[in-house]
T-cell receptor, first 112, second 114 residues
Framework: QKEVEQNSGPLSVPEGAIASLNCTYSDRVSQSFFWYRQYSGKSPELIMSIYSNGDKEDGRFTAQLNKASQYVSLLIRDSQPSDSATYLCAVKSNFGNEKLTFGTGTRLTIIP | GAGVSQTPSNKVTEKGKYVELRCDPISGHTALYWYRQSLGQGPEFLIYFQGTGAADDSGLPNDRFFAVRPEGSVSTLKIQRTERGDSAVYLC????????????FGPGTRLTVL
């Protein structure tokens, strides 16, 4: 079982709709969760971080965390063509283990 | 302010050669990380520095890989006797001190070993 799993996609969503990206992780002691956006040929860009169960909203983005189910998701409202990218889920274990473990990413395409 | 910078942006070398990749973190960030990303994969952890010391080098694939951060700022990743399998994008990230460190990535160095 991979430590961090994402559906590789591609996920196609019409412009203006909600894009839903999902991620599961295997290490129960994981404490910090991050979503990165990566455009083709570019480096990952941090867009959301979440540490507690529940929802965290930032503009059009909402991160959702359920530690009991070991599940984290990213919702993008009012999807725009500029949201087309690969979204990487990253997980950091407990304090003292500072590395991020990444999923393979989900490729999202917003259809105009 | 300025983000993480990496040089060179591209490096082409021949099998067996030695390469150095440089990372300049965000000013004031005490933690520095190196990752490697192959096509279609997420970044893979290599090594983490807190200050000048390597706090975790468990991701270095073998002893051909080595990294230093002598003054607690700029870091250099060194690869000896390069192999074709070393070809990847090498990413550097930095973060401020704290238990919920958010890591900010540089643009990466694309290494191609012929």
């Amino acid at each position: 079982q991979k430590e961090v799993e994402q559906n590789s996609g591609p996920l196609s969503v019409p412009e203006g709709a909600i894009a839903s990206l999902n991620c599961t992780y295997s290490d129960r002691v994981s404490q910090s969760f991050f979503w990165y956006r990566q455009y083709s040929g570019k480096s990952p860009e941090l867009i959301m971080s979440i540490y507690s169960n529940g929802d965290k909203e930032d503009g059009r983005f909402t991160a959702q965390l359920n530690k009991a189910s070991q599940y984290v998701s990213l919702l993008i409202r009012d999807s725009q063509p500029s949201d087309s990218a690969t979204y990487l889920c990253a997980v950091k274990s407990n304090f003292g283990n500072e590395k991020l473990t990444f999923g393979t990413g989900t490729r999202l395409t917003i259809i105009p | 302010g300025a983000g993480v910078s990496q040089t060179p942006s591209n490096k082409v070398t021949e099998k067996g050669k030695y390469v150095e990749l440089r990372c300049d973190p965000i000013s004031g960030h005490t933690a520095l990380y190196w990752y490697r990303q192959s096509l279609g994969q997420g970044p893979e952890f290599l090594i983490y520095f807190q200050g000048t010391g390597a706090a975790d080098d468990s991701g270095l694939p073998n002893d051909r890989f080595f990294a230093v951060r002598p003054e607690g700022s700029v870091s250099t990743l060194k690869i000896q006797r390069t192999e074709r399998g070393d070809s990847a994008v090498y990413l550097c990230a930095s973060s401020p001190l704290g238990s919920y460190n958010e890591q900010f990535f540089g643009p990466g160095t694309r290494l191609t070993v012929l």
